[in-house]
């Protein structure tokens, strides 16, 4: 199936809380194209990079990307002991993941999402000869002698007042601002969205500087409804964007933007909310369905028996009408008896079974070349086909 995009030389990127798909394979299962394949240590398949201590230090926030030029990128974070809980490493493969190399760390940010900078320990000269403020004569060295992050960018009001909350009587007064500066960090308010028109050489927030919106039926604003957002390109031109947080009529959010990001409607969508731990994927496949998965309870299936059940844990819908209507398919798992299989991170042990999967997890998601869809977890990697989607579920 041939698919041509409006304005398809603009590329967007979600902003603040996620970065380019990218991804750690750990532990595997492998459905359709060939026999499940059993969680083991060392892991299946290729290992792009392990913790030495991962009693103390673990990975998290993975994700995955094939690039149109045919390399794919992986990333993971690094949390725990020691850590910034912040730091993210990437890496690239040209060899279709066959082997990888590191590519560098991506920009690191707190837990409030401010974005850092490494400064590393050394000397240097400070301080003017003439001029300036009192305290700036005379030039002097300065040593460094810890290393530590500083912001790239100044606070913005909405940072600034998670640590001083009376900090919002002073917006429009003293020179600062009025508004936000940026789409909130927390746990809900929005997901803003980077739109570049060059290639990715610059990029623009249409959002930047514009009121937090109210999400809520029938109303529009300048970010998508929810956090974590993932969202896919329609073929009429729009982009349409599900997150977490934000529900609407106790349902996950979906967001419908007409004008590339700038503006954004807010509709419930038919899918259960999601929470803590718990991060959504969407993809356009390869052969024109729109693939989406997430993480509910009592979610109901109609297995190959023809009858209705429910399951729980990571599920995966299709939508062949550009998200109008959409079929939840089946659990993410193996259709095996029932086993226990060890989630990592904040995930923990779970039961996979033919009506259960993995209760949550940060998920990253990419199809390749040959059809293969790649859906990574906080540890685990699934691999399955849309002719496996499309199969009903066996009976329990």
């Excluded at 970065?19 to 299946?44: K, R, Y």
């Excluded at 230090?57 to 993975?62: H, M």
């Excluded at 590339?260 to 959504?280: E, T, V």
Aim: with cysteine; hydrophobic share 35%; aromatic share 8%.
């Amino acid at each position: 199936m041939s698919l041509s995009y409006p304005e398809i030389g603009n590329m967007i990127a979600l902003a603040r809380w996620s970065l380019l798909a990218v991804g750690l394979f750990s532990s595997s299962v492998a459905f359709a194209h060939e026999p499940v394949l059993p969680v083991t240590d060392p892991p299946p398949g290729v290992v792009i990079d392990r913790s030495s201590d991962p009693a103390q230090v673990y990975i998290g926030c993975p994700g995955i990307a094939v690039l149109p030029g045919g390399d794919y990128v992986a990333s993971h974070s690094w949390f725990g002991l020691g850590t910034t809980n912040s730091r993210m490493t990437v890496f690239g493969s040209t060899d279709q993941g066959k082997t990888w190399k590191h590519r560098g760390d991506a920009p690191t940010t707190n837990s409030i999402g401010m974005k850092l900078a490494p400064i590393a320990p050394g000397n240097f000269t400070m301080g003017s000869v003439s001029g300036g403020d009192f305290d700036e004569r005379p030039v002097h060295k300065v040593t460094i002698s810890e290393p530590f992050l500083i912001g790239t960018t100044e606070v913005t009001n909405a940072q600034y007042e998670r640590f001083d909350p009376d900090h919002k009587k002073l917006r429009g007064k003293l020179g600062f601002s009025k508004e936000d500066d940026d789409a909130v960090p927390g746990g809900a308010g929005g997901t803003a969205v980077l739109v570049s028109r060059d290639d990715g050489e610059t990029w623009t927030d249409p959002g930047k500087g514009r009121p937090q919106p109210t999400f809520e039926p029938g109303k529009s604003g300048a970010w998508i409804a929810g956090i974590h957002a993932g969202f896919v390109q329609l073929i009429d031109g729009r982009l349409m964007a599900f997150g977490r947080g934000n529900n609407i009529d106790g349902r996950m959010p979906i967001s419908l933007s007409a004008d590339l990001g700038r503006n954004w409607a807010y509709h419930p969508s038919p899918f259960p909310g999601i929470g803590g731990g718990q991060r959504l994927v969407i993809l356009r496949l390869q052969q024109g369905p729109i693939l989406f998965c997430s993480f509910g309870k009592n979610v109901k299936i109609t297995d190959a028996s023809g009858h209705q059940r429910e399951v729980s844990g990571l599920f995966a819908a299709i939508s062949t009408d550009e998200g109008k209507t959409w079929s939840i398919k089946r659990p993410i798992t193996d259709d095996g008896p029932p086993r226990t299989v060890d989630g990592g991170g904040n995930t923990g042990k779970f039961t996979l079974s033919r009506t259960s999967a993995e209760p949550r997890g940060y998920m990253s998601i990419c199809q390749t070349p040959d059809g293969l869809i790649h859906l990574i977890s906080s540890k685990q990697h699934y691999a399955f086909n849309l002719a496996w989607l499309n199969a009903p579920a066996p009976a329990p």
